[in-house]
T-cell receptor, first 112, second 115 residues
Framework: QKEVEQNSGPLSVPEGAIASLNCTYSDRVSQSFFWYRQYSGKSPELIMSIYSNGDKEDGRFTAQLNKASQYVSLLIRDSQPSDSATYLCAVFKASNTGKLIFGQGTTLQVKP | KAGVTQTPRYLIKTRGQQVTLSCSPI?????VSWYQQTPGQGLQFLFEYFSETQRNKGNFPGRFSGRQFSNSRSEMNVSTLELGDSALYLC??????????????FGPGTRLTVL
């Protein structure tokens, strides 16, 4: 079992719709959770971080964390073609200094 | 504030050679982590440096090494290159984390091709 799992997709949504990206993790002691966006040929860009249960909103992005279910998600409202990218979920444990554990990423396609 | 910079951006080497990659973190950031990204394995952690000390290391052979200087700049070295070392090498900088928080910001990466 991989430590961080994501559906590789592609997830295809029409422009203006809500895109829902999901991630599960296996280690209960995981403390911090991050979503990165990576355009083809570019490096990952941090878009959201979440540390406690519940929702965290930033513009069109909402991250949701449920530690009991070991589940973290990213919602993108009013999806735009420019949101088309690979979204990487990453998990951090304090016992593993400096190391983010990444999922394989979900490819999102937003169709005009 | 300037972001993370990495040099060179592209490298082509042949098997058996060695390579050194450089990373300058965001001003004020003292932790630098290195990752290898390949299509098959995704993003894999190589090592992390803080205050010139390696604090954590991933599951890579000893051919992969690194160091950090007093100004927080970091280098990684790969000796005796193999074809499988072809990858995007990314460094990420962060402030010293507290309570497990460690937002990492990535540089543009170095694309290494081994022929």
């Amino acid at each position: 079992q991989k430590e961080v799992e994501q559906n590789s997709g592609p997830l295809s949504v029409p422009e203006g719709a809500i895109a829902s990206l999901n991630c599960t993790y296996s280690d209960r002691v995981s403390q911090s959770f991050f979503w990165y966006r990576q355009y083809s040929g570019k490096s990952p860009e941090l878009i959201m971080s979440i540390y406690s249960n519940g929702d965290k909103e930033d513009g069109r992005f909402t991250a949701q964390l449920n530690k009991a279910s070991q589940y973290v998600s990213l919602l993108i409202r009013d999806s735009q073609p420019s949101d088309s990218a690979t979204y990487l979920c990453a998990v951090f444990k304090a016992s593993n200094t400096g190391k983010l554990i990444f999922g394989q990423g979900t490819t999102l396609q937003v169709k005009p | 504030k300037a972001g993370v910079t990495q040099t060179p951006r592209y490298l082509i080497k042949t098997r058996g050679q060695q390579v050194t990659l450089s990373c300058s973190p965001i001003s004020g950031h003292r932790s630098v982590s290195w990752y290898q990204q390949t299509p098959g394995q995704g993003l894999q952690f190589l090592f992390e440096y803080f205050s010139e000390t390696q604090r954590n290391k991933g599951n890579f052979p000893g051919r992969f090494s690194g160091r950090q200087f007093s100004n927080s700049r970091s280098e990684m070295n790969v000796s005796t290159l193999e074809l499988g070392d072809s990858a995007l090498y990314l460094c990420a900088s962060s402030l010293p984390g507290t309570s497990g928080i460690s937002e990492q910001f990535f540089g543009p990466g170095t694309r290494l091709t081994v022929l």
